[in-house]
């Protein structure tokens, strides 16, 4: 590339794993840098950060990840909860805390997650926004070890990550739990990968599930292994007879589901290849072992069938244990908010469902919109949640009402539900009756699942905690007690444009020893919408070419547009190269003054010339 664009300096409130030393670019010389804009509660970050451990591993005398994190919800400005997510994630690389996004605006970062490459002398070469870059940041860095190793640029040797200690607890992070009929629970035990079964106490240890490391094998309670599991769900006996397996894991970063037999222990991969989902949309059911699955957070049995909160994709699909077949039930996969039949409803990082007493309702925790969802007679709705980037702790009146980041739900017999309200530290109420939300208990950390035990009892997982909570008695019919919490809204920098016509450009270049593939039509894909809708008075909608006019209203002061963009790519290397395909959701908030930018560039792979 002929742009020479020299890294700016490295600044923020601090770090983490780096022993207490704070670094700087000149710090960096001689290694191959990538700079990681994230924010823990993204699941796109989530897989990259996946998607650099091996590239850490393999190339780790050269190569070193800086994650800057850069928060979006308030609770993530907390240097205790990143800390906590640092571990919980296994982020085993420095981390710059940059809670006011200094970094970001000097990166010129407009998504969640962005990836910035910097080479041994300093400079950025490369800017590449979502996910799915692995392999050609491979192919990118092997081409800069042979440039610099030529020059005599490249420096090998150990890097600066400085590992924390591990605390012992009986759990570590732990993410949902399902009640036993016997009064025990399980737990997934998501930062040491395993499933823990526990007394009625929920302190005292059963057995575990799972060897404790990462990992994805099939096998006895001692052998098996996961990668931080979330949800569980009990199968109906007959199903559960039928199918050989009592329990439903959702295996997130494996991208599976597993089953396991509750009087042995063992376990067995029942849906996904350990392939993360990037294909087209289709409404097909699909053997339940060739299909690619995304991060799967949550599951329940509803529709006599398993549903899966698919937080990776922002959609649910289903499982069929009896017929071994699975596929899409709800979503497009554009991540934002919208009502309306199934299949054309937008979701944001579903991550958790819970189902009505009568069973005819499925309630959805939208993690990303701060939202309250459900699913009925075939249609999608919104109890409490305004969209992605509003949310706070404020009861009362459903519409009005907000939320931070919830995680989990529990619909109880009176048709209420519960909500674990995580980033918030709370679990809240929503009254069907009255149409009001109120606060029954707070000072929670990071509640991610609610459970409703044989006895009637409440339990909580509160997962920053590393144990379950079970709420007094007298606590569901002690809430209302309401709270006027603060209100927020999710403020990044602007982006100033000028009324009338405004020219989006995303750019993209292949990765190093790939092309665009047209095999199966064209290559690139452009969707977009605008938030109001009357910020746009053309420009709106689906195409494939990724430059795009725009006509801006200047009657409308500004608001958000929101742009989704895919590329394919193949490897020209070979006659049976593989195939790529490079996704990724904006939402670029835009202010209409005179003399704003008639040109709006983002950069999908590459550098903005």
């Known amino acids: 590339m002929s742009a020479r664009v020299r890294a700016p300096e490295l600044r923020g409130r601090g770090w983490l794993n780096t022993g207490g030393k704070d670094l700087s670019i000149a710090d960096l010389r001689g290694r191959i840098t990538i700079l990681d804009f994230w924010t823990f509660c993204c699941i796109n970050c989530l897989h990259v950060l996946d998607e650099l451990r091996p590239l850490e591993e393999k190339y780790g005398d050269v190569l070193v990840v800086i994650g800057v994190h850069s928060p979006k919800f308030e609770h993530e400005k907390d240097p205790d909860a990143l800390a906590a997510a640092v571990e919980r994630y296994g982020v085993h690389h420095p981390v710059l805390d940059d809670p006011e996004l ?20 300093g400079y950025v070469v490369a800017t590449m926004a979502g996910e799915g870059h692995a392999e050609g940041l491979s192919r990118l860095i092997d081409e800069l070890i042979t440039t610099h190793e030529a020059k005599g640029t490249l420096h090998r040797g150990d890097g ?42 929920g302190e005292t240890v059963r057995r575990r599930i799972g060897s404790g490391g990462r990992g994805r094998t099939d096998g006895s309670a001692g052998t098996a292994r996961f990668s931080e599991p979330q949800g569980l769900c009990r199968l109906p006996a007959h199903t559960a007879e039928v199918a050989g397996y009592d329990v439903v894991v959702a295996d997130t970063v494996n991208h599976l589901l597993r089953g396991i037999r509750l009087v042995t222990g063992e376990v067995v991969t029942v849906a996904g290849t350990g392939r993360q989902w990037r294909s087209t949309v289709d409404d097909h059911a699909h053997d339940a072992l060739s299909v690619d699955l995304s991060s799967p957070w949550d599951v329940a049995w509803y529709d006599n069938r398993v549903v899966i909160a698919m937080a990776g994709i922002h959609q649910l699909w289903w499982f069929d244990p009896i017929r071994r077949t699975a596929g899409m039930y709800a979503g497009t996969t554009v991540e934002a908010l919208r009502d309306g039949p199934l299949a054309e409803a937008w979701m944001a990082q579903p991550s958790g469902l819970s189902v009505s007493a009568d069973g005819n309702r499925l309630w959805i925790a939208d993690s990303e919109t701060s939202a309250l969802r459900y699913v009925e007679n075939g249609t999608m709705g919104t109890t409490v949640g305004q969209g992605l980037f509003d949310f706070g702790h404020v009861d009362g009146p459903a519409d009005s009402a907000l939320l931070q980041h919830p995680l989990g739900v529990c619909a109880l017999p009176d048709g209420s539900v519960l909500i674990a309200d995580t980033y918030n530290g709370a679990v809240r109420r929503f009254d069907p009756a009255g149409g009001t939300v109120a606060t029954v208990v707070d000072g929670l950390a990071e509640p991610s699942d609610i459970v409703l035990t044989a006895d009637g009892g409440v339990v909580v997982v509160e997962s920053a905690a590393h144990r379950l909570t079970r709420l007094a008695p007298g606590a569901l019919s002690a809430a209302g007690v309401r709270v006027d919490g603060p209100r927020h809204r999710t403020e990044r920098p602007p982006t100033d444009v000028a009324a009338g016509e405004l020219t989006l450009d995303v750019i993209f270049t292949p990765a190093p020893g790939q092309k665009l593939d047209e095999t199966y039509g064209p290559s690139t894909r452009l969707e977009v919408s605008a938030s109001p809708p009357e910020l746009l008075r053309e420009g709106a909608g689906t195409g494939t070419d990724l430059s795009r006019r725009l006509v801006v209203d200047g009657a409308v002061p500004g608001g958000v547009l929101q742009v989704t963009a895919q590329a394919a790519t193949c490897d020209v290397d070979n006659e049976h190269g593989a195939c790529h395909l490079t996704r990724q959701d904006w939402g670029v908030p835009v202010r209409v003054v005179p003399g704003g930018a008639a040109r709006l560039p983002l950069v999908l792979r590459g550098l903005d010339a």
């Open 102 to 121: 200094r970094m970001w605006q000097q990166y010129a970062a407009r998504a969640w997650p962005t990836l910035c490459v910097v080479d041994p002398e």
């Open 160 to 201: 600066p990550y400085v590992p924390p200690g591990e605390p012992a607890t009986t759990l570590r992070f732990p993410g949902k739990a399902v009640a036993l009929d016997d009064g025990g629970l399980l737990v997934s035990n998501s930062a040491r990968h395993s499933i823990v079964e526990l007394d009625a106490d």
